[in-house]
């Protein structure tokens, strides 16, 4: 059986006072995800709230880039909440396997 990490990050308006500050928490998620390595967890999941008010992660990618540079073997993925492209989702699939990801743009 295998154990991931996920977490919404999420602090929409609604929140009122209660609405968490977005970068001293995705400092804390950062450390929840280094803590789900060390404990065993096999995996490590984060949402991509573009264009939205909920959360506080519109570019999972940067985010995952530095959990990869701070962990060795935790698999990371993203949860997409909106429709993203193709290659958007493929790039950071890759992540998965911690492939290279190269990014070509198609000729016209």
Known sequence: MHFGYFTLT??????????????????????????AEELGFNSVWVPEHHFG??????TPAVFLAHVAAKTTRIKLDVHFISSLPVILRSACKAWVDREPVQIVAAED
């Open 10 to 35: 999420d602090t929409p308006p609604a929140y009122g006072a209660g609405r968490r500050n977005p970068q001293q928490f995705l400092r804390e998620v950062l450390q929840e995800a280094l803590l």
């Open 53 to 58: 008010l909920f959360g506080c992660l519109p």
